[in-house]
């Protein structure tokens, strides 16, 4: 990875033509709520996320099955000091036939290390482009941001919690040994104990973002549970969004496959973080863990280091 960019790659069975089209379904796996054309050159559209991030592009280059860039022509962050960072930064698809399949290769030109937003975009674009992007490639549906609606009260019990489900090849007590190394795959400062029956362990990210955890269940090789504590989340209006909410890890054998189901009980479609917090869990749940537990590295939090501008 170039230390001035953010670029992630994959490859798929289906054609170029059919990749090109799919990324070009903007609202097919970003934003269901995208204005503006995004299928020609020229053409410009906005994304906005309530009151959060907003921002706007023109589409700079369309060449046909091999290359799309969105040049940004302005930004808005709510939870940045500079709150413009990604202004005139580009957002890059290539497309490349390799052998019997297609690599798809994003690229987001400028958003360097030194950015203040750069772990929670880098992480929301690794969840967009990894998760909701390659599943419309793949399986013709993609996981966009739903339309912004306004909270019915008394369906929010009733809607789905966020979850994430996949297997693997490893074994039940491998699986649920890589959930415990949680500075492995969800953040290096992770303060406390991770793995013992009643323990308290805190996560931060800066100044956006930080939680306590206890664990309340442990069963080796089948269930752990996380009950939130404390929670402060500094980009949405209830700062305490994730407190009284629990995490679930729930591993099973299933034939020669190990499934791994994570779900965040009570992070419902309706709280205003879930966007953000449902796409930096897609990012560390189906990226890093599943790295963690399949080739020994994830991709957590880095410490956080004094990033000087080159």
């Not at 709150?83 to 690599?103: A, C, L, P, Y």
């Not at 969840?127 to 909270?151: A, C, F, H, M, Q």
């Not at 956006?208 to 929670?231: A, N």
């Not at 034939?255 to 779900?263: I, N, S, V």
């Amino acid at each position: 990875m170039n230390s001035q960019n953010y670029t992630v790659s994959f490859t798929a069975d289906q054609s170029p033509e059919e990749v090109f089209d799919a990324i070009n379904n903007v609202r097919g796996w970003w934003s269901q709520a995208i204005d503006g054309d995004t299928d020609k050159a020229g053409a410009e559209f906005q994304y906005h996320y309530r009151d959060v991030h907003r921002c706007a592009f023109k589409i700079a280059e369309f060449e046909p099955r091999k290359r799309v860039v969105w040049h940004v022509t302005d930004n808005y962050f709510n939870f940045t000091e500079d709150k413009s960072e990604w202004k005139d930064t580009d957002v890059v698809f290539e497309i490349g036939r390799k052998g019997n399949q297609t690599e798809i290769r994003f690229t987001h030109l400028g958003l360097a290390p030194h950015y203040e937003c750069y772990d929670i975009c880098s992480d929301a674009w690794g969840s967009y482009i990894l998760g909701s992007l390659r599943d419309l490639i793949t399986k013709g549906k993609g996981r966009p941001n739903p339309v912004e609606e306004t909270p019915n009260v008394a369906e929010e019990t009733s809607r789905p919690s966020y979850s994430i489900t996949y297997s693997v090849d490893q074994t039940p007590q491998e699986v649920f040994d890589a959930i415990n190394n949680v500075r492995g795959w969800w953040s290096e400062e992770i303060e406390g104990v991770t793995d013992q029956l009643g323990a308290e362990f805190e996560f931060h990210y800066r100044t956006f973002h930080r939680s306590t955890q206890r664990i309340t269940e442990v069963e080796p090789g089948r269930k752990l549970v996380w009950r939130v504590l404390t929670s402060q989340i500094n980009f949405v209006k209830d700062k305490a969004e994730w407190e009284g909410t629990d995490i679930v890890f729930e591993i099973t054998r299933k034939g020669d496959k190990t499934e791994l189901r994570f779900t965040h009980v009570g992070l419902i479609p309706t709280i205003e973080c879930y966007d953000g917090c449902s796409g930096a869990w897609g990012f560390y749940i189906n990226e890093s863990l599943r790295g963690l537990i399949t080739t020994g590295k994830g991709q957590p939090a880095r410490k956080e280091e004094q990033h000087v501008a080159a």
